[in-house]
């Protein structure tokens, strides 16, 4: 989400509420090691803490075959676990897909300029 201004407009609508302006401000670091996945399957949202799991929980919790998945809290304070368990969630989360699209927030005109 960080370093790519489509996910940071993505996890800021979907997760804070933002729009507008504001939702092309930079991510919240709590949401930095977020991943989402949308599917017409279901909706998958990986977290990188027990902590804004149960911050989120309200927020997204509601929402229909939403899988919310956390790392746990021993994998969250070791870096190197904690980007594994991001990774094999996503890779959970994408299995079953034929293809995946990510915004790579690049505007119609910058792409002619490529």
């Excluded at 989400?1 to 407009?9: A, D, H, Q, V």
């Excluded at 609508?13 to 933002?18: A, D, E, H, K």
């Excluded at 599917?39 to 929402?63: C, D, R, Y």
């Excluded at 956390?70 to 996503?90: C, N, Q, T």
Aim: proline letters at 2%; hydrophobic letters at 45%; glycine letters at 8%.
């Amino acid at each position: 989400g960080k370093f790519n201004i489509g996910s940071t407009r993505a996890i800021n609508y979907v997760l804070t509420g933002l729009s507008g302006r504001e939702i092309c401000q930079q991510i919240n670091d709590e949401l930095e090691d977020t991943v989402l996945v949308i599917s017409a399957n279901g909706s998958f949202l990986h977290v990188g803490s027990s902590e804004l799991f149960w911050k989120l929980m309200p927020t997204v919790g509601p929402i229909g075959d939403l899988q919310l998945l956390a790392a746990v809290d021993d994998e969250a304070s070791d870096m190197d676990l904690s980007e594994e368990r991001k990774i094999i969630h996503f890779l959970e989360m994408v299995k079953d897909l034929r293809s995946v699209i990510v915004d790579l927030g690049i505007e119609t005109e910058q792409v002619a300029d490529l």
